[in-house]
Nanobody
């Protein structure tokens, strides 16, 4: 069982930065692939970024490539999403997800999800 708690969301002006954190409980965090998703009102959930358990592979949506960076520290049971050059279209609730299979994280069918943190980017 893994519990995920996101933090770091807030209100920022366009062009600004935020760093989201996802703290995980459970002794097997280091064996889980992790991902960040977002969902804006009226839109489908979007896979923003994902990372394998070893940090050997990462995935980024085209919409965030070059602006967002996913990273993790297995010793701290934490995964981060550094978001730079934020745009109003990045406004959404951001969710952290975990699964033993990277493919399931990419597919959005992870076993474990956090409650989400709101990110609002003003123009």
């Amino acid at each position: 069982q893994v519990q995920l708690v996101e933090s770091g969301g807030g209100l920022v002006q366009a062009g600004g930065s935020l760093r989201l954190s996802c703290a995980a409980s459970g002794r097997t965090f280091s064996s889980y692939a992790m991902g960040w998703f977002r969902q804006a009102p009226g839109k489908e959930r979007e896979n923003v970024a994902a990372i394998t358990w070893s940090s050997g592979n990462t995935y980024y949506a085209n919409s965030v490539k070059g602006r967002f960076t996913i990273s993790r520290d297995n010793a701290k049971n934490t995964v981060w999403l550094q978001m730079n050059s934020l745009k109003p279209e990045d406004t959404a609730v951001y969710y952290c997800a975990a699964d033993s299979r990277f493919g399931r994280v990419l597919a959005g069918t992870s076993d474990y999800w956090g409650q989400g943190t709101q990110v609002t980017v003003s123009s």
